[in-house]
């Protein structure tokens, strides 16, 4: 088709095999929009499509993936609110009888409706991070990261320390919306069963508070880890070496190593292992 449909927050390029999503940086758009930038989205990855009266004058045309097509929509599971649909393209009222053509130009190339076998829409790439209510989370494509904040982080997430997880060893991700009570993401491990504990006391998890882990952050970055744990290869990358941490830091985790062991939320071994564990890495 090679034509294009503007409308609220982002624009539409419909080409022959694909539809390209390019979302409109400015205050009123939502951050999640910004964050995607754009979306190349293959036809085969549609299910199907609907042209609907919206609010105060306007049509929504939505474009339906398939399950399993997009990682970013799997991941969210429902959660995102109706003006964050990535798929979802707002415009004027008087716009709808354009808008009508091309959502039949659309229904005329889909193929497909069942569950895809594979992602059929690229994750956003890595290296990606953000900050959660209790740590800092990274991915470089190989390997998530966790480094606990010692103003946020429970005393089990102290004692287990900082963490690193090799894609190889997940077996999926679970992210719940930190614009819902207890947000968090959790990775899940293939040699773990399911997790027993809380969020907030499992060092395999990083949870969400106000302000910490919004949606257009947290949501890419466990697309991304979704994705390279569904696709990764039969051969696991080696991590790279943590980097040298900065002394003030160091001394700054030790100290309220120690206002946990004071507290007795640490024993006199676990205060002892964990001060050379931190000295180490100086």
Not at 30 to 42: H, N
Not at 87 to 97: G, H, K, N, Q
């Amino acid at each position: 088709m090679g034509d294009v449909l503007a409308g609220f927050h982002a624009a539409w390029e419909f080409e022959s095999d694909s539809v390209l999503i390019r979302y409109e940086r400015g205050i009123r758009t939502p951050k999640l929009f910004q964050a995607l930038g754009e979306r190349r989205v293959p036809l085969e990855a549609l299910a199907r499509v609907t042209l609907t009266p919206g609010r105060r004058g306007t049509v929504v045309l939505r474009a339906e993936p398939r399950p399993g097509a997009d990682p970013l929509m799997e991941v969210a599971a429902g959660q995102l609110k109706e003006s964050c649909d990535p798929y979802r393209l707002v415009l004027p009222a008087e716009r709808e009888v354009l808008a009508e053509y091309y959502a039949d130009e659309l229904r005329g190339r889909l193929t497909e409706s069942g569950p895809a076998e594979r992602h059929l829409v690229a994750a956003p790439e890595a290296p990606l991070r953000f900050k959660a209510y209790d740590g800092k989370a990274s991915f470089d494509g190989t390997s998530v990261s966790f480094r606990w904040f010692w103003t946020g982080a429970s005393s089990a997430k102290w004692k287990a320390g900082d963490q690193t997880f090799a894609v190889a060893d997940l077996s999926g991700v679970e992210w719940r919306s930190p614009e819902v009570f207890e947000g968090h993401l959790r990775l899940l491990r293939r040699d773990a069963d399911a997790p027993g504990v809380q969020p907030d006391q499992d060092p395999a998890a990083v949870v969400f508070g106000l302000g910490y882990g919004p949606v257009h952050e947290s949501l890419p970055f466990a697309a991304a880890v979704s994705a390279a744990v569904r696709d990764r290869g039969p051969v696991a990358a080696v991590p790279a070496a943590a980097p040298r941490r900065d002394p003030a830091d160091i001394a700054e985790r030790i100290r309220h190593l120690g206002e946990l062991h004071q507290a007795g939320l640490v024993t006199d071994e676990e205060f002892s292992v964990k001060k050379a564990e931190l000295l180490a890495e100086l």
